[in-house]
């Protein structure tokens, strides 16, 4: 069952998947990585997108909200200019603002992002919770096994994250929101903070020896001045992030900023992943038709 797609931007997952889609006999077209070798990809993106039924962008779509996310293209394209050529598409992207995808919209596109796709999000959560216990294994003398973990959040990387380092015999503490988080930690065997209780009583944040971030909001700010020099402080979260980055400095904490880790790990393994979602979704496409 071929299909077409058009895959502008994006990181080495994009890349990874123009190389099975290839390979699964579909029509690719790239555009966006002329830094890399080995990949021929089209002069215009123009033409890519007038032939082709199926748009793949970017994960995330955007990081300054003018441009395209095209880290290994020495090309820009304008967000404004990329959208006056989408028109009766399906999109595929990533962590786009609801204001654009309501635009493309307008324009009678079909918009899937994946971010917002429970399944796909637990699965990007994987190389995010391997890719920060890399980090911890490179950043600090102890070993893990005994260590005293605090991850805050227990969202879809907390989970994940919680339950590799418990593997690897880590303590660990989630700093919880709710009492549907505080219910599920305590039905992992995990020890719980809340977050109230964090922050009034913040001498407690010298007993962990690894601190772990996964909220995009500031959690700790005048608090990090009661953590340990040699406590590892490693923030996942996007912007605003939840480490407050000059009182770390101020305080010449061990603080490690790492964002977007899947892009960094298990690409290929991640992009098998979307394949097989654009699968599903022309098939659905083709039975909806067919009983019209």
């Known amino acids: 069952m071929s299909m077409n797609f058009c895959l502008i931007g994006g990181d080495l997952r994009t890349f990874y998947l123009a190389k099975i889609l290839s390979r699964e006999k579909h029509e690719v077209k790239l555009y966006g990585f002329d830094k890399l070798e080995k990949f021929k990809e089209c002069e215009k993106y123009e033409e890519m997108i007038r032939t082709s039924s199926n748009i793949v962008l970017p994960i995330p779509f955007s990081k300054d909200n003018q441009y395209v996310n095209m880290p290994f293209s020495n090309k820009d394209i304008a967000i404004r200019e990329l959208f006056y050529y989408l028109e009766n598409k399906t999109i595929f992207v990533g962590n786009m603002h609801q204001e654009l995808k309501e635009e493309l ?41 005994n260590g005293n ?14 339950y590799k380092l418990k593997g690897l015999s880590a303590k660990v503490t989630c700093m919880i929101t709710t009492e549907v988080e505080k219910a599920w930690a305590i039905a992992y065997g995990y020890e719980t903070i809340s977050i109230e209780n964090l922050q009034k009583n913040c001498t407690k944040l010298k007993q962990y020896d690894i601190i772990i971030n996964t909220i995009p909001k500031i959690i700790l700010k005048e608090e990090l001045k009661e953590i340990k020099k040699e406590t590892l402080v490693i923030d996942l979260a996007s912007k605003p992030y939840g480490i407050d980055r000059k009182i770390a400095e101020q305080e010449k904490l061990n603080f490690i900023e790492a964002l977007g880790l899947p892009r960094k790990i298990g690409t ?18 083709k039975i909806k038709k067919d009983e019209e």
């Not at 290929?268 to 496409?285: H, V």
Request: aromatic share 10%; glycine share 6%.
């Open 105 to 145: 919209h307008r324009k009678h596109n079909q918009v899937i992002d994946f971010m917002q796709k429970e399944e796909f999000a637990i699965l990007n959560a994987i190389p995010t919770a391997e890719a920060t216990i890399e980090i911890i294994l490179k950043n600090t003398k102890k070993i893990l096994q």
């Open 149 to 162: 973990c605090l991850i805050l959040g227990f969202g879809r990387i907390g989970k994940v994250l919680g």
């Open 268 to 285: 290929n393994d991640i992009s098998k992943i979307y394949e097989r979602y654009y699968k599903t979704i022309y098939i659905k496409k």
